[in-house]
C-alpha cells in the first residue's frame, strides 16, 4: 500500500500550478488564461492488521480569467457566478452572527 501512495504523492506533486492556472486560449482576437481554484486530498489508515483503506477527492471552481482590459492592461475578470457562489456562505454565516449577537444583546 505504501508504494502505491508514494506512486500517487509523487504524481501530484506535479499538479499545483498548472491546474490552477490553464494554457493561454485566443477567443476573439484575445489572448485569455484561464484561473480556477483547485483543491485536492487523500488519506488512509488502517488497523494494524490486514485491514487498511484509503480515499481521495478534489474539485475544480473556474473562478476567472486573465486578459487585457479596455486600456489594454492586463487585468482580472472574475466568474460573476462562481464569485458569488464562493461569498455566499461567508455572507451567510455573519449574518447568522449578527443576529445572535443582537438576540445576545437583547436578553
Not at 36 to 45: E, I, K, R
Not at 49 to 62: E, R, S, T
Not at 63 to 84: H, I
Amino acid at each position: 500500500m505504501s508504494d502505491d501512495f508514494s506512486a500517487l504523492v509523487e504524481a501530484f506533486k506535479k499538479v499545483g500550478v498548472s491546474r490552477a492556472y490553464g494554457p493561454p486560449l485566443q477567443i476573439a482576437g484575445e489572448e485569455l488564461i484561464p484561473v480556477a481554484l483547485v483543491s485536492f486530498g487523500f488519506g488512509g489508515g488502517g488497523d494494524g492488521g490486514n485491514a487498511a483503506g484509503g480515499g481521495g477527492g478534489g474539485f475544480v471552481l473556474p473562478v476567472g480569467v486573465y486578459g487585457r482590459n479596455a486600456s489594454g492592461r492586463v487585468a482580472f475578470q472574475p466568474n460573476t457566478v462562481v464569485v458569488l457562489a464562493m461569498v455566499l456562505p461567508v455572507v451567510a454565516v455573519a449574518g447568522v452572527s449578527i443576529r445572535g449577537a443582537l438576540r445576545a444583546l437583547r436578553a
